[in-house]
């Protein structure tokens, strides 16, 4: 897009309308001054007096194209030279737009270079930071498990305790009955 912008910029500037309008302006005025020198030959010879007022009339009205033609080519000219400054400052504008844009490109891939080189030299420290997460994952989950674990065993010793408590209570109650029909078999025997 710039280089169209520039291009056309530089292809306006060679070859403007207005350079055209004067180039052309010139040839006119100077055809018509050819034109005017062969005229003033034929002015010169007037066969009566009302020929040599016309002739006259007409050089008089000659004599002020060139100082129309001046005014005309000074305004060409204040135009074309106002044409060719902004030209000039919209070149210039590019081409610093140009150097903007390549020295932010440039900026930007240093700013890249850089965070990867940042990020290359930390990966260590940062694998590590990842390393220590994940060993305090494995660790909580192995809490976690002994956790699990601590409760099946103390679930377990309440059960079996509680089972060698009725165990030890069914034991002692049938010794006592034992004992006690012991005892009613000796006092009856």
């Known amino acids: 897009m710039e280089d169209q912008r520039v291009l056309w910029v530089a292809n306006y500037k060679n070859g403007s309308p207005l350079l055209k ?18 005229l003033e030959q034929k002015r010169d010879q ?62 930007e891939e240093q700013l890249r270079h850089g965070i990867a080189k940042a990020t290359g030299k930390a990966f260590p420290s940062v694998a590590a930071h990842i390393r220590y997460a994940i060993n305090e994952q494995a660790a909580r989950g192995k809490k976690w498990m002994a956790d699990v674990d601590w ?23 049938i010794k006592e009955k034992i004992r006690d ?6 006092l009856h025997e």
């Open 21 to 38: 309008t004067k180039k052309h302006f010139l040839l006119l005025t100077q055809e018509f001054l050819d034109s005017n020198e062969v």
């Open 46 to 107: 007037y066969p009566d007096p009302a020929t040599k007022h016309v002739q006259e009339d007409f050089a008089s009205n000659w004599e002020l194209w060139p100082r129309i033609a001046g005014k005309i080519l000074v305004q060409i000219n204040k135009t074309e030279q106002k044409e060719q400054t902004w030209l000039d400052a919209q070149q210039v504008a590019l081409k610093n737009s140009r150097e903007v844009g390549e020295n932010l490109a440039l900026r």
């Open 151 to 173: 409760q099946r065993y103390l679930r377990e010793t309440a059960e079996r305790s509680r089972l060698q408590a009725k165990q030890d209570l069914d034991e002692t109650t």
């Open 181 to 186: 029909t012991e005892i009613e078999r000796a």
